[in-house]
């Protein structure tokens, strides 16, 4: 077994908010992130997905130190980063790089494409010359599938693709051992989504990167994960490798996301049987007792409104927190048709400065 190069351990990060008007305040505590734990292994991608606020981009920031957190440890290459110094965090964010969801909104549009992706190096490698620095972007633009006489353009003459192609350019010139990428595809058309997220899996074998993607969608982690982490209202679901959690999902979020994503393919998808997601996620002001999901959940019963699940590591390593995963039927049918759908995303050509 690979040693982990990230482990978080009972993260916690939350929010205090006001609500109400000037003599009626009401203060409330958002548990964005609450007690999460998992590992990161070298060379490996972790996808995390979960709906719109569970706390994904909250974890990703308190992994890089970008907002505090309220207990836990992050343990980078065996170091404990919360509470470090921003000086000394500076430092460690050469090794831990992060990609944005907004690939044109993350970008200076002042800069030039050289500028930008030189950014990091003048941060981390004052002492390096302007020849030796110029060479060094450009051989990373190729290396992202940009053209390096493109080196003197502003990010408005790019498409969204290759806006975020420099986005990546930019987090890898640095060499980092962990990339996370938050939402790296969200913003782009479908045709696009699939090269990037094609790109991101080449680079992270060829530079042994280890990878966090984050995504709404299990479609869109499937092709690129090793393993794959759940959320729901800032706590993990599940945990499991990449095949387990679509042949075999323990949990009922993660079964009824995995429910919930069509089938391209429309004869196949009006003899499915599709469940949509029932119901609202609950505010996160007022999470429900016990298990957070029960109000959404099909199985749940008395126990799992009083009973928080613990994370249980099943005999295969994989984790679930579900009172009842173990009476659930083991086998979900339409994960072949979810590969299917994924590998049949378009591939245009994106590499045109008036591409799409
Ligand atoms: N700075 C903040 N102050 C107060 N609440 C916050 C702050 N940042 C995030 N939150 C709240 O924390 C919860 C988690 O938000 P977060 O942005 O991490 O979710 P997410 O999973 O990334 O969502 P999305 O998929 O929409 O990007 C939400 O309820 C959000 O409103
Ligand atoms: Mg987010």
Partial sequence: MRSPVLEVRDLSV????????????????????????????????????????????TLA?????LVRAQSGAVVWLGEDLVGLSEEQMRVKRREIQLIFQDPQGSLDPRMTVGDIVAEPLKTFYPSMSRMQVRERVQGIMKLVGLLPEQINRYPHEFSGGQCQRIGIARALVVNPRLVVCDEPVSALDVSIQAQ?????????????????????DLSVVRHVSDRVLVMYLGRIMEVADRDSI???????????????????????????????????????????AGCVFHTRCPHATDACQREVPLLETLE???????LHHRELAPVLEVSDELEEGQSAQVETDDTSPSGA
């Fill in 14 to 57: 939350h929010f205090r908010v006001e609500t109400g008007r000037l003599f009626r305040r009401d203060h409330y505590t958002i548990r964005a992130v609450d007690a999460v734990s998992f590992n990161v292994h070298s060379a490996e991608t972790l996808g995390i997905v979960g709906e719109s606020g569970c706390g994904k981009s």
């Fill in 61 to 65: 920031r308190a992994i890089l130190g």
């Fill in 196 to 216: 990037i997220v094609n790109l991101l899996k080449d680079l992270q074998k060829k530079l042994q990167l280890s990878l966090i993607f984050i995504a709404h």
């Fill in 246 to 288: 679509y042949l075999q999902p323990r949990h009922p979020y993660t079964r009824a996301l995995i429910e919930s994503v069509p089938i391209p393919d429309p004869v196949k998808e009006r003899a499915r049987a599709r469940r949509s997601l029932e119901g609202d996620i609950p505010s996160p002001l007022n999470p429900p």
């Fill in 316 to 322: 295969n390593g994989n984790q679930v927190a579900c």
